[in-house]
């Protein structure tokens, strides 16, 4: 993943491409039976065929957007956008309401061509239609289904746009994660929002992409299905597609992102891998066996620049300070330490500090 340095405070500039290592060490799964062993031996081949395609075209990136840029008349919705994802990577595009995710998104499947700069997806430019298309699994502008046919006839449509025979490479695996049973098999106009919602993934997964584009995909998911969609995204990863998703679930999308792209009034904010940007906060949890005389020691210590204590945990604020000279310190002064803990953030802490202030599109 890379992102421009000229738009954003850098982190780190280019990550090393592992793509073509796991599409050899972590392929097929274990565990798997013989026919998917046998589909996903043909897909790791096709994989191995991107991973050339990229290495000719001098570009490692599965998706990959460059100096993106889009206006509606007189509303800025993206301003200059580059980032990639890599194979592997499971990269959650953030930003408030009106960032430009779903912009972005868009020129990025080819639904709406940039004012500036490029789309990619496997190497290849997109445009409407474009051939690589065929290997993206997309879900974007909501559940567009035919409401008087079945679940399965719906996807049978969908299907037939590829031209290629029923059924598809990974429908059982999506219909299980769609878990519609026997609904699958009434009209989609008797379906609940996530049940329709449920649906569009199994759409979009049951082509086995090598890539994912998915808007808001827990948009109507109860708690165990956004968990049973977590695992599912982590597995296509771990077999080497590149997912990409917009979200405003922060609390969920820390659990399952492993990159992340903050965008704000259509311009790229941040990007990076998510433990990165959570990193080290310089402060430790310390509990205490014995706290008299605690606050005193770690103030005492060079480095701590502030303590605070509530009964027998102390948080302790020491920039460059290592954990065990403050276990040192403590323990060389009688006191026992029972544990210490790295204060980490959470993604909604640092989304909220990165988009704070910036509000509206009047003036970009
Ligand atoms: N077709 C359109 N015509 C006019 N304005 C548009 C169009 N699509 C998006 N916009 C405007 O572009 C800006 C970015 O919209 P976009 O939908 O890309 O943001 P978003 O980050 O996906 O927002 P949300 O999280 O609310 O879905 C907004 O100001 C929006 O009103």
């Known amino acids: 993943m890379y992102y421009e340095t000229r738009t954003m405070t850098p982190w780190k500039h280019v990550l090393p491409d592992r793509s073509r290592e796991r599409v050899r060490l972590k392929w097929p799964a274990p565990g798997l039976g013989a026919a998917r062993i046998a589909r996903h031996a043909r897909d790791a081949r096709t994989l191995e065929r991107h991973t ?25 919705a993206v301003s200059g956008l580059g980032f990639a994802v890599d194979a592997g990577q499971i990269c959650a595009l953030l930003g408030p309401n009106g960032a430009g995710k779903t912009s972005t998104l868009r020129m990025l499947l080819g639904l709406s061509a940039p004012d500036t700069g490029s789309a990619r997806i496997l190497g290849r ?96 998911l109860d708690p165990a299905e956004v968990r049973t969609l977590r695992e599912h995204l982590g597995a296509l990863a771990r077999h080497g597609a590149a997912v990409l998703v917009s979200s405003h679930q922060l609390a969920e999308v820390q659990q399952f992102a492993t990159h992340i792209v903050v965008m704000n009034l259509g311009r790229l904010v941040t990007a990076g891998p998510l433990a990165d940007l959570l990193g080290d906060t310089d402060a430790y949890r310390v509990q205490l066996d014995d706290p008299r005389g605690a606050a005193e020691v770690l103030r005492r210590m ?44 959470s993604l909604e802490q640092v989304f909220l500090t990165m988009t704070e202030g910036d509000t509206g599109h009047a003036a970009r």
């Open 302 to 345: 060079t480095g701590v620049t502030a303590v605070t204590a509530r009964g027998t945990e102390f948080v302790v604020a020491a920039p460059g300070v290592a954990p065990r000279d403050v276990v040192q310190a403590l323990v060389t002064a009688g006191i026992g330490v029972t544990s210490v803990q790295q204060v980490s953030r």
């Open 52 to 76: 050339m395609e990229r290495s000719t075209a001098g570009t490692t990136a599965m998706i990959r957007a460059d100096d993106l840029s889009k206006s509606y008349g007189r509303t800025q």
């Open 125 to 220: 430019p997109v445009g409407l239609g474009a051939e690589v298309l065929g290997r993206v699994g997309v879900l974007v502008d909501g559940p567009a289904f035919v409401p008087h046919l079945t679940g399965t006839r719906n996807l049978k449509l969908l299907w037939s746009a590829t031209r290629r025979a029923w059924p598809p490479p990974a429908l059982d695996d999506a219909l299980d994660l769609a878990g519609l049973g026997a609904a699958i098999d009434r009209k989609v106009k008797g379906y609940s929002t996530g049940m329709k919602q449920r649906l569009m993934l199994a759409q979009a997964l049951m082509r086995a992409p090598d890539v994912l584009i998915l808007d808001e995909p827990a948009n109507g």
